[in-house]
């Protein structure tokens, strides 16, 4: 018997732990991505929406340019975003595969885990 099935076979238990372990990994992520999803469309409406309201003024009007300017404004800190929240996601989706890959190294876990601090440290909880 391969070593590995030897280990799963000796501790089924742990097995079904790394598989509700997964799970909730799984779930989270779903959940992540779900709010991108929801935060995308949010950021995207809002723009359509100052758009709409401008496309009804006269373009030779103060509030026409107040618009296009407030337009112009949401549509590039929604590109930032954008880009910015897909790095993350790359940089996050390359930390998990790195110690899944390599669950046994902790060499590995504790630079992924430094990394994570890294990550982490720049978005701090407003309490």
Do not use: C, G
């Not at 509700?20 to 995207?44: F, G, L, P, W, Y």
């Amino acid at each position: 018997m391969l070593p590995i099935l030897q280990d799963r076979a000796k501790n089924p238990a742990k097995v079904f732990e790394q598989m509700d372990e997964r799970k909730v990994i799984e779930d989270k992520m779903k959940s992540e991505r779900d709010k991108a999803t929801a935060e995308v469309q949010r950021r995207k409406n809002e723009v359509e929406d100052i758009q709409r309201q401008r496309n009804e003024l006269r373009p030779e009007s103060a509030i026409f340019q107040e618009k296009t300017n407030q337009m112009m404004e949401k549509a590039v800190q929604f590109e930032v975003w954008a880009r910015m929240k897909e790095a993350e996601m790359a940089a996050i989706a390359d930390m998990i595969s790195e110690v899944l890959l390599d669950i046994k190294n902790i060499d590995a876990m504790t630079k992924v885990r430094q990394r994570v601090r890294e990550l982490t440290a720049r978005f701090p909880l407003p309490y």
